[in-house]
């Protein structure tokens, strides 16, 4: 099963939402059940609820801006990806972060365009945000590790796993969408230069 979100932030939207993709018969006759009530259409008024289900319908309204935004898709990603491009040019061998850089033959929806700030900058993490908030760029962190939650501490007790917790530390996603023009991604692109330099002090974090 391949799982798909329709969250605003995506690169398509339904409002909410989302949908899953398989090719197996029973689980998509099982998420079609679950999916309302666990109640399917017998014959004329007559039906039958065979388990207890949901509402997770996704309404007409929402699915009809889905099916518009599916016919710009190609469009919307080859926007991002020119912004993406753009960032990769001008971010190649600076001394503040790096980037992920994509196997040739891997083709990105661009969802998020994350760079990973080195390690001098990781105790300044939250002014470095609160600077770029405050010149307008809307930057954020993806994501919190999944174990730091108290939901996954109340059952697994306290787990650390030092690869995440770097990662966590140490990224910062920075606007990459389809409304961009390269005007906009080279003023984040100085605005980040500018701000990460003014945080670039001899003292550090203590590493
Ligand atoms: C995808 C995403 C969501 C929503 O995910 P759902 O599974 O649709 O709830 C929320 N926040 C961020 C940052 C995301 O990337």
């Given at each position: 099963v391949s799982i798909f979100s329709f969250h605003p932030?995506?690169?398509?939207?339904?409002?909410e939402g989302g949908a899953l993709a398989t090719n197996d018969d029973e689980i998509a006759r099982l998420a079609r059940l679950y999916r309302s009530h666990g109640i399917a259409k017998k014959r004329l008024w007559d039906s039958d609820q065979s388990l207890l289900g949901y509402n997770y319908r996704l309404p007409d309204v929402a699915c009809a801006l889905g099916l518009n935004q599916l016919k710009r898709l190609d469009e919307t990603i080859a926007a991002r990806e020119k912004i993406a491009k753009f960032y990769d040019e001008k971010f190649e061998?600076?001394?503040?972060f790096s980037t992920v850089k994509l196997p040739g033959d891997v083709v990105s929806s661009r969802h998020l365009y994350p760079i990973l700030l080195f390690r001098q900058f990781w105790c300044a993490k939250e002014d470095i945000f609160a600077a770029l908030h405050e010149r307008g760029i809307g930057v954020q962190v993806?994501?919190?590790?999944?174990?730091?939650?108290s939901f996954y501490r109340e059952r697994y007790g306290d787990i650390s796993v030092p690869s995440a917790e770097d990662f966590y530390a140490a990224e910062l996603s920075i606007p990459c969408h389809q409304c961009m023009s390269l005007e906009d991604a080279n003023f984040v692109a100085n605005t980040l230069f500018e701000v990460l330099k003014s945080f670039d002090t001899p003292q550090g974090c203590r590493v």
């Open positions: 932030v995506k690169p398509l939207t339904t409002f061998k600076n001394p503040y993806h994501y919190k590790p999944t174990y730091k939650f």
